[in-house]
């Protein structure tokens, strides 16, 4: 069955710091989608980011970067030089075959950044 | 860009009462979905729509139903309302069935029953 792993319930950091949010993932497909989103206070969810399995290049877009090992399953998420407006609910998503292509989320990661 | 709106922020109902969610997308999407938020737990897909007419249920249908009679508007009904209903509402569509698109996500439906 596919499932997404977001151990950590809740991260606090002082503004500036880099964080890293972690995603691990669990399929029987060889071609899946991983997918992060972020939810502000204002409670919609926007997408950031979509990889599929067979793309392991790391992606760097800003101050957001993604790390996808499929060795360890993880699609590990980091923000570097944090700042106030990162404070958000982050969800890791998986989609693929297994699930008839809708998306399974992670339970999510709340991180606030403190100035 | 696409704007998917949910008519209500927040609800407050009481057991037992009908509760509509309303929720229109303006992009000519083929998917809608309708999911619940709750803390701890994430996102759980209640029921989804890949076209006009059609519904599925997803993870967690009992208490649902759902209604699509025009391609942009995805509606939630709650038959009788509890209160281990009281949850985030969320909507979302995307393009096409088999594309792996993202979802684009309402403002959400905070409900409360009391």
């Known amino acids: 069955a596919q499932k997404v792993t977001q151990a950590q319930t809740e991260i606090s950091v002082v503004e500036k710091e880099d964080v890293t949010l972690d995603c691990v993932y669990e399929t029987r497909d060889t071609t899946y989608y991983l997918f992060w989103y972020k939810q502000p206070p204002s409670g919609e969810l926007v997408f950031l980011i979509r990889r599929n399995s067979f793309d392991e290049q790391n992606e760097i877009s800003g101050r957001y970067s993604w790390n996808f090992q499929k060795s360890t399953s993880s699609f590990n998420f980091t923000i570097t030089a944090s700042q106030v407006v990162d404070s958000a609910v982050y969800f890791c998503a998986l989609s693929g075959m297994e699930y008839g292509n809708k998306l399974v989320f992670g339970a999510g990661t709340i991180l606030r950044v403190k100035s | 860009d696409v704007k998917v709106t949910q008519s209500s922020r927040y609800l407050v109902k009481r057991t037992g009462e009908k509760v509509f969610l309303e929720c229109v997308q303006d992009?000519?999407?083929?998917?809608m979905f309708w999911y619940r938020q709750d803390p701890g737990l994430g996102l759980r897909l209640i029921y989804f729509s890949y076209d006009v007419k059609m519904k599925e249920k997803g993870d967690i249908p009992e208490g649902y139903s759902v209604s699509r009679e025009k391609k942009e508007r995805f509606s939630l009904i709650l038959e009788s309302a509890s209160t281990n209903q009281t949850s985030m509402y969320l909507c979302?569509?995307?393009?096409?069935?088999?594309?792996?698109?993202?979802?684009?996500f309402g403002n959400g439906t905070r409900l409360t029953v009391t």
């Open positions: 992009m000519d999407h083929e998917n």
């Open positions: 979302a569509s995307s393009l096409i069935r088999e594309d792996n698109s993202p979802l684009h």
